[in-house]
């Protein structure tokens, strides 16, 4: 398996029993030993794909967990971890056994398997979701869930393709974010590789190669370094350990492939990794550093004065050697070098600062307390397929760090928005925000916050926030209090515009419920999504909770299962009644057969404010309101007359043609994306090129083929998820 092929695939109960040996921190092992066997006589003789018996699997992964320093239950819980899921033994008999915490992190662990849902996306939600609640109750069955699928990952070469594919993209969404987001680098780091080995293969090898090429000149060149540096501090700093270190093959194919980058162009790919017994050491050493070797401007990061969110403290600083090969040199105490390999695992493995002042402990416990508000975040939204994408977006790798006037400093996501800012701050001064300065400037409420910038936030004294918001921020905190207010505030409100939109949307599909079968129809749903009645139904609806766009095929399907005798009934005897294609769903006012185009230079889509305009020869020309050929005052403009009021017909029932310009990082890959994307959604496509900027972006534009303005936008938040996308506007 390339990089990783030193580890060991499987391994047995007596290499967890030598691991826990020389282990600093006593472990029970009789009940580990317990545990072991229990696990061993439930899997019996079951086996994996690849034909090796299960029982290696548990112990594999409680050897992992074991080597991050977790505790008693926490291997106990590894040991078991498949034994409800996998076998006939129940969760009350695991509670019997070995108590209630092994039962509670084996049960946050077990997938949801025995409800049935409307697509495998769903299901994979709801399972990420109940992880997720189980985890804000104890971050161990995280630890243990990464651990579990990171032996997955090593033992995944005998699945079926697409299976490796969908693991690693999961991966990548949703597990590798969380490993970063609790610091555990070592998991993170090797989730990425395995994940990358299989969904680029070619990508993957590549750089491999090129790393592999130049490793015999690579550690002569370190140890070079190493040399230096020692002979420099040896005498005034004591006890300095050098070591040197690769940059792992995702983060060089993010910047290569998906930045454009060339591998000259990345300074950090090999880097020297000093570590020190203090805090002044750290500032010494980088004193000699920047001493002996020529420092890059721009390049110095002091991540000890700023740490990142995860808790991870270090200085970093790109130099020059004397043959001006740029190399990065990394510098930090021992207790911030075991917080940066193993994160909140290190409060379990070193007891760091348990002693009398007891610092980092509490750093520690005080992070994972921030960790488990960001999952309840993650938990606030009410559609389960949002919740991958919000940790993609608020456990991001890359942060920015933005001031407050007073000199605060606040971590949000790459992308994040003055509103993001305002509820980081307190959920009141969102709710009562109405404008932002940056650096003293006022901007935009939709400007992306960029690392040192000051954001001050301008409030009224009545709290009201925009709806609107909820498309423009960029954290699921955020939006979740932005739904939560209206959801509070205006419920009256929600039921009305709830109900007014979902009757439209079924005019459009064609379905027909009366009042009584309304109840029935929806009960399936509102049980699942835990509506108790048809009012809180249209007041999520109302404020956003639930989209119409996502739900409507679903309904629409049901919707034929259940009334199509009914259906088949009524097309018998009725003969349907022909419209003329001229009028392409749209109503002009004053008359009812006439030739209808839509003008190119808007492309009005259902939904849109629109007008249209008789010329001669051609019918009427439909155009969007607001487009730049209608004259704002008709009164005053040339012909008045020929402008006419029109409208949409409540059932359209044909596709219409727009033009989006999608925005993104240029990068190998992105053409496909966006066409893999609009397939999925099965989409038609009538025209896709792109075209590169000079800021390193690119532009996409597509032509397709859309229902109305709803689906339009369900269709520019998909191709949002893009990676690297910046902008998806209509044109």
Known sequence: MGKYTNVAHYQDFSELQKILSVAAEPYDLEKITKAYKFAEKSHGDQRRVSGIPYILHPTSVACIVAELGMDTDSICGALLHDVVEDTVVSLDEIKKMFGPDVAKLIDGVTKISKISYSSREMQQAENIRKMLIAMADDIRVIIIKLADRLHNMRTMDCMPEQKRRDKSLENMQVFAPIAHRLGIKTIKDELEDRSLQYLDPVGYKEIEDTIQLTEEGRDKFIDDIKRQIIEKTEETIPNVYISGRVKSVNSIYRKTYMQGKTMDQIFDIFAVRVIVDSLSDCYNVLGVVHDIFKPIPNRFKDYISMPKPNMYQSLHTTVLD???????????????????????????????????EGNNDDKLTDNIQKVKKMI?????????????????????????????????????????????????IHTQVGHRMVGAKINGKIVSIDYKLKTGDICEIITQKEEHPNKSWIDICKTASAKSKIRQWYKHEKRDENIIEGKQLLEKEFKRHGISLTEEEY?????KLMIKKQYNTMDDFYAAIGYGGIQLWKIMPRLKEEYQKTFASNIEELDVPQAPVKRKKANAGVVIEGTDDVLVKFSKCCNPLPGDDIIGYITRGYGVSIHNRHCTNVPKD???????????????????????????????????????????KLSNMHIFIHSLNSRELDDGKAVVT??????????????????SDINGTVEVKRI
């Open 322 to 356: 004397k043959n001006a090969i740029p190399f990065e040199v990394q510098i930090r105490t021992w207790e911030m070098h075991y917080t940066a390999e193993y994160g909140i695992a290190a409060h379990w493995k070193y007891k760091l600062g348990m002693g009398p």
């Open 376 to 424: 309840l975040d993650q938990l606030e939204a009410e559609d389960v397929t949002d919740i991958a994408k919000n940790i993609r977006n608020d456990f991001a790798e890359n942060d920015v760090y933005v001031f407050s006037p007073k000199g605060d400093v606040f971590n949000l996501p790459q992308g994040s928005t003055p509103i993001d800012m305002a509820y980081i």
């Open 519 to 523: 109840a029935d129809f929806f009960q």
């Open 634 to 676: 008709l009164s005053n403009c040339e012909q008045p007359e020929r402008w006419v009021s029109c409208y949409w017909e409540d059932e359209i029932g044909e596709a219409f043609r727009s033009t989006l310009q999608i925005t993104a990082t240029d990068r190998t890959g992105l053409l496909a994306d966006v066409t893999i």
């Open 702 to 719: 597509a032509t397709i083929d859309v229902m109305g303005r709803n689906h339009l936008r369900g269709v520019i938040s998909k191709l």
